[in-house]
Nanobody
Framework: QVQLVESGGGLVQPGGSLRLSCAASSNIRGFNFMGWYRQAPGKQRELVARMTNGGTTNYEESVKGRFTISRDSAKNTVDLQMNSLKPEDTAVYYC??????????WGQGTQVTVSS
């Protein structure tokens, strides 16, 4: 059973930074891709950033240039560095992974609140 555990959320002022980390219970190179998603109140969950097994990254348009996804294969972690945070970035952030057979895995989520 794959487990994904997020950490690093919290309250930050606009313009501030946070770093989220996702620790996987198995080798992250065993996934087709891993990513970070978010869900704001009343909205659907959306992709924020993802990284394929080969290292290709994709970002949601509104976070380009502000957020960076990275991985540490030795530690089996995938991080999301978030800079220049805006109130509209407020959401529950989830780590997700997709296996090679379309199997999806999710973390429990971590709250990010951007407010003065």
């Amino acid at each position: 059973q794959v487990q994904l555990v997020e950490s690093g959320g919290g309250l930050v002022q606009p313009g501030g930074s946070l770093r989220l980390s996702c620790a996987a219970s198995s080798n992250i190179r065993g996934f087709n891709f891993m990513g970070w998603y978010r869900q704001a109140p009343g909205k659907q969950r959306e992709l924020v950033a993802r990284m394929t097994n080969g290292g290709t990254t994709n970002y949601e348009e509104s976070v380009k240039g502000r957020f960076t996804i990275s991985r540490d294969s030795a530690k089996n972690t995938v991080d999301l560095q978030m800079n220049s945070l805006k109130p509209e970035d407020t959401a529950v952030y989830y780590c997700g992974a997709r296996g090679w057979f379309g199997d999806d895995y999710w973390g429990q989520g971590t709250q990010v609140t951007v407010s003065s």
